[in-house]
């Protein structure tokens, strides 16, 4: 019987020292964008700070330049925002997976099992 | 500072009624090519034999021509055997699988973070 496949796909780019992006930091970068700290946008998408903390400072080192800017002082020990970097990484992430996802359509049409 | 990204893929291919192929499914296919039986490829992948079993009827329905034929009788209940649609989707899958790798290996020489 003839039926119809589609394929879905996971995109992650890696640097040299590790993982660098993938969708789960992808939403810690805008969450940290909406909510202006790491604290809060940990909280939101029920991770720990510590492991928060840990995913933008692996962003940051494995970025040419920093996504993640630290603001020093205020309440809750100061926050955290996007830098024009980190907007252009979110950009890049959405439109590779945009790519990617036109490629594989393309390609599902191709397919018999 | 200049830094190099390459883009890691990872491709599953849907069926209407749900997932029909992934690397798992793959792999569990080889493995009952290679030992004759669900059971004892099972084991060798640490799946429950009706996970296995499972995963078998959903691909044999999910195919255009079953992937999977169980063999009757013999000692442990009898063995299973890929047909020739289920050799051809492991090299579909495979063949997609490098497309999809040559596409983004082209695409990360082009990313800029």
Redesign the interface.
């Known amino acids: 019987?003839?039926?119809?496949?589609?394929?879905?796909?996971?995109?992650?780019?890696?640097?040299?020292e590790g993982p660098?992006?993938g969708i789960g930091r992808v939403v810690l970068l805008e969450k940290i964008k909406q909510t202006g700290s790491i604290t809060n946008a940990a909280k939101e998408i029920k991770m720990s700070y510590r492991q928060a903390w840990q995913l933008v400072e692996d962003m940051n080192q494995?970025?040419?330049?920093p996504?993640i800017e630290k603001v020093l002082g205020g309440k809750n020990g100061g926050g955290a925002i996007l830098t024009k970097?980190g907007e252009?990484?979110i950009k890049?992430f959405y439109a590779?997976e945009q790519?990617?996802k036109k490629?594989?359509a393309n390609?599902?049409k191709k397919?018999?099992?």
Chains 1, 2 share one sequence.
């Open positions: 019987m003839k039926k119809n496949y589609t394929i879905r796909t996971r995109i992650w780019v890696d640097e040299k660098f992006l494995r970025a040419e330049e996504l970097a252009k990484a890049s590779l790519k990617v490629f594989v390609e599902s397919l018999k099992f």
